[in-house]
């Protein structure tokens, strides 16, 4: 059958089981748009195209499956950048499809060219120009295996527009994959198996610091055995949330820079770290010279080039989370930690008592009120998409996830602006779930057009935006280590109800705290979308914390009374 | 100072993609070949790159991710044969021209180029030994020089060939990341 490169495209996505796809079209991608035309493909147009590879990429995150995006050439293609990074520091699988000048003209600086391959190098897992129709079904299925095999990461095919245009015979038997081949690697030996199981059986103070890798493993139900064997306290990674349930005793919270101070004591305590699909990131690790002294390691981990990258491991189990969790538990002798576990909720102290959720009412509005009061009502079972700063972190502190792939947030590149987009992908892949976006006033307004793409979408999901009327987590910064001195960080914002109102979205505006319950209320049970202004405290600050840099036993703990000491008269 | 070598696809971008990593990853690289190998469809890379092994380790490790490095190994602890070539032109004159050639003696060097006032003398074997006929020859006055940088190969039994059957094949893991 003879078909158009662009009709192969379609065709192609279609049989490898896209149902949306996100994009913007412009002259060098048309012939692409014509032939979604024709097709079963839905097409969201998105209001910039940075939104279009954020939206592909929630897709991602809340379906385990591929997301795709779409744009023209040149500035089209450079607004993808941003995304693309996103996506490959948090190891999403994101195809990228873009228009390209024709071949013949290539390399001469034609209207709207660009070197998007040049550009997205690095930041991409792999990317390939196509200057052929013939070319075009098996470089999508190679893009689409390469993209979520392995650690999955971002793929880019950008497509000349005479490839696009010429016809070519389609067969999709013939257009199979065709990589180049690759060694077979031992990923490890048995030496280092047993060592690690070894070491697993003669810990005392065992803990389990578990990342997005068991997500991407789809290791839940082998992790959760394999805690259970061993009895093992788990840490978690910000985008490791949702691997383990939230309401499990063993659940010690996130870790990190804000994460709970006894949860980093008990790491910098421990004698062993079981670090499962994680990558010691320097939010995590805080200062490595004093991390975890005494403690040996073992990594998990499916990426060679991640072990001993920042801390020296004792034993490098290289391989899928799942494959090696299920290879070890049965070898688990050991499980009574009780001792072990007993000291670390004692560690826990006042922490409790010092947290704002077990202080009394005083009127004021906290965001951590906010988080709270959505996880409450939501019961947990809501997809959270969060933007990057204080709510982030407020968003990992008090909405206690249950489930995998509930929470979607950028961790690695840390995007403003990721929030929105990303949410409207999230309910793409999963349009019977509650989506709510958990957005700063700032990263809101760096992507908040995408409104009209919600609204052309009759899509309903529901956004909260965190708003102190600072870019709060700088002024954090600058609150405590440039003397208060804020600059740049107080920021003017339009009514966000009202914005909301223009769009055709309903808009709320809270500003005390017993409106927050029936405002959430409320808003779940519109079946459009709302957005909500919560003006929040403006200089409430995240704790615990962890300088950047510093030691991970070095935190700076919650204020004894936090409505005292950050309060303004409401 | 760190050796890899590597296979990898014979075509267009993949000596960038590879340097490309290097640079993101902070990694010096002091020589970088690239030439065929028996396989017309694969190329063969020696890499010396200014690292510790921990550095070494990292980009094997990240050279393997790359979809078209097919092998990528540090060699640098193995027993390894090391070739540098080099085309020196010196400047000669009649009279130091015969001390000229005593010294390309004892380096088993080769003159391969003679003109007037100069000679092009070709050299191979260790980066050391082209080093050291380099040192003699400066008071000469060296007029010009192409080095090729390294190749390593690992002597003996222990062999360093490209992968010629896929891990898994393609169908497979397709069908398996659905």
């Known amino acids: 059958m003879k078909l158009t490169g662009a009709e192969i495209l379609c065709e ?116 390939v120009v196509v200057t052929k129709a013939e070319d075009i079904a098996r470089t999508i299925r190679e893009a689409f295996l390469i993209a979520s095999s392995g650690r999955p990461g971002p793929v880019l095919v950008d497509i000349t527009k005479d490839a696009q245009q010429a016809s070519a015979e389609f067969n999709w038997e013939a257009s199979a994959p065709k990589l180049p081949p690759k060694r077979i690697r031992n990923n490890h030996d048995q030496a280092e198996f047993d060592r690690a199981v070894e070491m697993l059986n003669t810990a005392k103070r065992p803990i389990i610091l578990a990342g997005h890798g068991i997500m991407v493993s789809g290791a839940m139900r082998a992790f959760e055995r394999f805690v259970r064997a061993g009895n093992y306290p788990v840490a978690m990674t910000l985008l490791g949330i949702g691997c383990f349930p939230a309401n499990e005793p063993l659940n010690l919270g996130m870790m990190g820079m804000h994460g709970e101070a006894w949860v980093n004591n008990a790491i910098q305590e421990a004698d062993l770290l079981i670090a499962v699909g994680m990558r010691f990131d320097d939010r995590v690790t805080g200062d490595l010279r004093t991390y975890a002294k005494s403690a040996r390691k073992i990594h998990i981990e499916i990426d060679r080039a991640e072990i001993n990258k920042n801390v020296k491991v004792d034993a490098a189990l290289v391989g899928d989370a799942r494959e090696v969790l299920e290879r070890l538990t049965p070898h688990i002798e050991t499980r009574d930690h009780g001792v072990w576990i007993r000291h670390i909720t004692e560690l826990k102290g006042d922490s409790a008592v010092r947290d704002i959720q077990s202080l009394p009412d005083s009127g004021h509005l906290y965001a951590a009120h906010v988080i709270n009061d959505l996880w409450k009502e939501t019961r947990g079972e809501a997809i959270i998409v969060t933007d990057v700063g204080q709510h982030q972190m407020w968003e990992a502190q008090y909405y206690h996830h249950n489930q995998p792939r509930t929470l979607i947030t950028s961790g690695g590149l840390g995007t403003m602006g990721f929030a929105l987009p990303a949410a409207i992908g999230a309910k793409f892949a999963k349009p019977d779930s509650e989506v709510w976006v958990v957005v700063g006033d700032g990263g809101f307004q760096m992507t908040m057009s995408e409104l009209a793409t919600i609204v052309q979408e009759k899509i309903n999901i529901k956004i909260a935006i965190i708003n102190n009327g600072f870019l709060g987590m700088v002024r954090q910064w600058q609150e405590f280590f440039y003397d208060k001195r804020y600059v740049a960080t107080p920021l003017v914002a339009p009514d966000f109800a009202a914005l909301a109102n223009a769009f055709g979205i309903r808009g709320e505006r809270i500003t005390k705290r017993a ?7 409320s808003a779940r049970e519109s079946a459009e979308t709302v957005l909500i202004d919560f003006r929040v405290e403006q200089e409430d600050s995240v704790y615990p914390m962890v300088a950047a840099g510093a030691s991970l036993s070095d935190m700076i703990r919650r204020p004894n009374n936090p409505l005292v000491e950050t309060a303004t008269e409401p | 100072m760190q050796t890899l070598v590597a296979y990898v ?83 000669a004159d009649q009279q130091n021209r015969p001390h000229l050639m005593e010294l390309i003696k004892v380096f088993r060097a080769r003159v391969v180029d003679v003109a007037p006032e100069s000679l092009i003398i070709e050299v191979s074997g260790t980066v050391d030994k082209i080093d050291g006929l380099l040192e003699v020859l400066r008071p000469f006055g060296v007029l010009e020089m192409a080095r090729t940088g390294r190749i390593s190969m690992t002597r003996g039994g222990d062999l360093l060939q490209p992968p010629t059957v896929p891990a898994e094949s393609p169908e497979a893991v397709e069908a398996k990341s659905k």
Do not use: W
């Open chain 2, 9 to 91: 696809e014979n075509k267009p971008g993949v000596l960038n993609r590879v340097s490309s990593l290097a640079r993101r990853l902070a990694i010096n690289i002091d020589s970088l070949t690239v030439g065929p190998t028996e396989n017309e469809a694969v190329a063969r890379m020696t890499i010396v790159a200014h690292t510790d092994e921990r550095g070494a380790h990292r980009l094997e490790a990240s050279l393997e991710k790359l979809v078209d490095v097919l092998l990528a190994e540090n060699i640098s602890t193995r027993a390894l044969l090391e070739r540098d070539l080099a085309l020196i032109k010196v400047s």
């Open chain 1, 515 to 521: 409106e927050v319950l029936p405002t959430i209320r």
């Open chain 1, 12 to 127: 192609s996505l279609t049989r490898l089981g896209v149902r949306d796809l996100f994009g913007y079209p412009g002259g060098a991608i048309l012939p692409v748009y014509d032939a979604l035309g024709k097709s079963k493909l839905h097409h969201v147009l998105v209001r910039h195209e940075q939104g279009a590879t954020h939206m592909a990429d929630g897709y991602a995150r809340a379906s385990g499956g591929v997301g795709v995006a779409m744009a023209t050439s040149g500035p089209g293609a450079t607004n993808m950048v941003t995304g693309i990074a996103t996506a490959m520091l948090d190891s999403s699988p994101v195809v990228c499809i873009t228009g390209q000048v024709s071949s013949k003209v290539l390399g001469s600086d034609a209207f709207q060219e660009i070197d998007i391959t040049g550009i997205t190098m690095p930041i991409t897992k792999h990317n």
